[in-house]
């Protein structure tokens, strides 16, 4: 018996898990140092040793998957699994930001003159850029659904074109909320709403460059004829969680 | 508990401005409203005196600080 007889991963000894719970240590106590002691030598070690990890272990996946084909329709189901996992979980990181927002601006108290927005804030118009932002978001809904149909019916000039207006249009989205960020009034130390404003806006921003960037991943896989028109689950999952 | 109807309603709010307005004309002295404090505790629900007088405070902290009178902390100026 030299091979193995079920269609699971059995995956090669890695040092990535060791190395990314060694950047999480960095990070945290580097923030840590950061609050605290006004030094960033500490976390600039986590950010860097974060990225080198997650740059290797992907790449190993990759390599895997697309070039060794350990990716059988059976492993396919577990990525699925775990990557619907994660995003439910993400679901629920926001729901906390949610119930913050909602807590407060339903029932403003007291020393907020009993209002929303609470005295002296001068809110940001919703209509203006943040209403730019959400069409912004929603074409690239539509782009990135364009690019997945392309790519199953193997149109590939059009998947290419497709995946980068997405892209294109997510970095358009940041590029102007940070404009915005810029142009407010108050800032996260502003009371409760400049902190419920903030966590929310920026862990979202945050979500959106992680979603770029796994968009522009798959674009640089997509010329590199990685995916076939059956088969191209890291598309699918930076599609879903592009949708997310 | 029913709630107040609009005559108790109108009695209650009525009592409030009396006594506010004794507060307005004695630099907050209440020791020198203290009948008509009586009075607008025997025509309010309990908690709508508690929100009253916590309102006062916000209200008599919002004039202070339109009037300047709190100004952010040097030693934090430009964290």
């Known amino acids: 018996m030299t091979h193995q007889t079920h269609a699971y991963h059995m995956v090669n000894p890695s040092p990535w898990p060791l190395t990314g719970a060694l950047s999480a240590l960095l990070l945290t106590s580097g923030l840590a140092m950061w609050f605290h002691y006004n030094t960033l030598t500490l976390l600039y070690l986590g950010l860097l040793t974060n990225m080198l990890t997650m ?3 992907w790449r190993d996946i990759v390599r895997e998957g697309t070039y060794q084909g350990h990716h059988t329709p059976i492993v396919q189901k ?5 990557m619907i996992l994660f995003i439910v979980s993400e679901v629920f990181f926001f ?3 949610f119930w913050a927002f909602y807590h407060s601006s339903l029932v403003p108290t007291h020393d907020l003159g009993g209002c929303w927005p609470p005295t002296g804030i001068i809110p940001l118009n919703p209509l203006e850029v943040p209403l730019l932002n959400t069409s912004v978001l929603l074409a690239s809904g539509v782009s990135i659904t364009w690019a997945h149909h392309s790519l199953m019916e193997g149109k590939r000039n059009n998947m290419n074109q497709a995946l980068l207006i997405t892209i294109g249009l997510g970095v358009y989205f940041t590029a102007l909320q940070a ?6 009034s108050f800032s996260i130390s502003d009371g409760i709403y400049g902190s419920t404003f903030f966590m929310a806006t920026g862990f979202h921003g945050l979500h959106v460059i992680i979603g770029s960037t796994f968009l522009m991943v798959c674009l640089l896989r997509q010329l590199k004829y990685h995916f076939t028109s059956k088969h191209h689950f ?4 930076a599609a879903w969680y592009w949708h997310f | 508990m029913a709630a107040p109807s609009m005559k108790e309603r109108q009695v209650c709010w009525g009592a409030r401005d009396l006594y506010w307005r004794c507060l307005d004309d004695n630099a907050e002295d209440a020791a020198r409203c203290r009948q008509l404090r009586s009075s607008f505790e ?3 629900p309990q908690q709508w005196i508690k929100y009253f007088d916590k ?3 916000y209200l ?3 004039e202070k600080f339109e009037a300047g009178e709190f100004q952010p902390s040097q030693s934090t100026e430009n964290s």
Do not use: I, M, P, V
Request: contains cysteine.
């Open chain 2, 60 to 62: 008599k902290f919002k």
């Open chain 1, 179 to 184: 404009s915005e960020y810029l142009e407010t």
């Open chain 1, 95 to 97: 729901a906390g930001f």
């Open chain 1, 55 to 57: 740059y290797q272990w």
């Open chain 2, 55 to 57: 309102r006062r405070d």
């Open chain 1, 78 to 82: 577990g990525l699925r699994y775990g």
């Open chain 2, 42 to 44: 025997a025509s309010c």
């Open chain 1, 234 to 237: 890291g598309f699918e999952a």
